[in-house]
T-cell receptor
Framework: DAKTTQPNSMESNEEEPVHLPCNHS???????IHWYRQLPSQGPEYVIH???SNVNNRMASLAIAEDRKSSTLILHRATLRDAAVYYC????????????FGKGTKLSVKP | DGGITQSPKYLFRKEGQNVTLSCEQN?????MYWYRQDPGQGLRLIYY???????QKGDIAEGYSVSREKKESFPLTVTSAQKNPTAFYLC????????????FGDGTRLSIL
């Protein structure tokens, strides 16, 4: 099974950019890279996803390495509301039922 | 507004008792999922359903049961066979098109009395 590796925790200052890394060295050619985030006592929230090319949306940007063995979620200007656990997930087999959540990265944002 | 509603937010179970957690969605999604989350851990898949009257076991289905009689509803029963049921339970839904994001409810926290 394709797995992801993320740092346990990261810190950032408010209004500064944040780069959250994810390693997925066993990714297969058809795996998409998804990112979710979870605030305390809430359900996860979808952030962004991509396959090969870099992606941007209103919440964040996703930079995918050329060999696809790693990716980086970029929050351009961190706010206090961005403090959460961020999960990097590979979706494989074309089946949504196979989502595997690791422990994620706990992001702290300092004012 | 469209979304997923889980109820109750908090639930207490006595030893040997079955309890049912409710999950309703009005997003017209075909697929629905149940996850369990323990403190400091990621989510683990219990059951999922891609169509009415059909569902598949996830990684930790033992001690749990589900039904999918309506597209909008996917209730989860935690049976007495589940020896360690204290956890945060999350329901999600998505379109069946591959790689569409899952939408999550706000969860039910189950505790044993």
């Amino acid at each position: 099974d394709a797995k992801t590796t993320q740092p346990n925790s990261m810190e950032s200052n408010e209004e500064e950019p944040v780069h959250l890394p994810c390693n997925h060295s066993t990714i297969s050619g058809t795996d998409y890279i998804h990112w979710y985030r979870q605030l305390p006592s809430q359900g996860p929230e979808y952030v962004i996803h991509g396959l090969t090319s870099n992606v941007n949306n209103r919440m964040a940007s996703l930079a995918i390495a050329e060999d696809r063995k790693s990716s980086t979620l970029i929050l351009h200007r961190a706010t206090l509301r961005d403090a959460a656990v961020y999960y990097c997930i590979l979706i494989y087999g074309g089946s949504q039922g196979n989502l595997i959540f690791g422990k994620g990265t706990k992001l702290s944002v300092k004012p | 507004d469209g979304g997923i509603t889980q109820s109750p937010k908090y639930l207490f179970r006595k030893e040997g008792q079955n309890v049912t957690l409710s999950c309703e969605q009005n997003l017209n999604h075909d697929a629905m999922y149940w996850y369990r989350q323990d403190p400091g851990q990621g989510l683990r898949l219990i059951y999922y359903s891609q169509i009415v009257n059909d569902f598949q076991k996830g990684d930790i289905a033992e001690g749990y049961s589900v039904s999918r009689e309506k597209k909008e509803s996917f209730p989860l029963t935690v049976t007495s066979a589940q020896k360690n049921p204290t956890a945060f339970y999350l329901c999600a839904s998505s379109n069946l098109i591959s790689n569409q994001p899952q939408h999550f409810g706000d969860g039910t926290r189950l505790s044993i009395l």
